[in-house]
Nanobody, 127 residues
Framework: QVQLVESGGGLVQAGGSLKLSCAGAGRAFSRYAMGWFRQAPGKEREFVAG????????LYADSVKGRFTISRDDANNILYLQMHNLTPEDTAVYYCAADVNYGIREPTSEGRIYDYWGQGTQVTVSS
């Protein structure tokens, strides 16, 4: 059974930073594409960042490029999202996701590719 558990969310002031973690269990995720998505109240889920697959291949949404960094600790099966210069527009529930069955070799923003998802962690940025 594959499990993803996010942590690290919280309340932060605009301009602040947070680092989200996603701990994976049930598989060694080093060779899988993984990503971060977010969903704000009343909005659709949107892609934030993706990483694949043991190399230096990353992908970012334009809205977070230069502020967010995705990384992973393969030895401990953890995916990270370092977020800097946060704005109220970044307020959302953040989800990590893994592509186990498609086996893509490049990071992707397509949510349908990811077949395992965590429960989410809330990030709230106050102005």
């Amino acid at each position: 059974q594959v499990q993803l558990v996010e942590s690290g969310g919280g309340l932060v002031q605009a301009g602040g930073s947070l680092k989200l973690s996603c701990a994976g269990a049930g598989r060694a995720f080093s060779r899988y594409a993984m990503g971060w998505f977010r969903q704000a109240p009343g909005k659709e889920r949107e892609f934030v960042a993706g990483d694949c697959c043991g190399g230096d291949s990353t992908l970012y949404a334009d809205s977070v490029k230069g502020r967010f960094t995705i990384s992973r600790d393969d030895a401990n099966n953890i995916l990270y999202l370092q977020m800097h210069n946060l704005t109220p527009e970044d307020t959302a529930v953040y989800y990590c996701a893994a592509d186990v069955n498609y086996g893509i070799r490049e990071p992707t923003s397509e949510g349908r590719i990811y077949d395992y998802w965590g429960q989410g962690t809330q990030v709230t940025v106050s102005s």
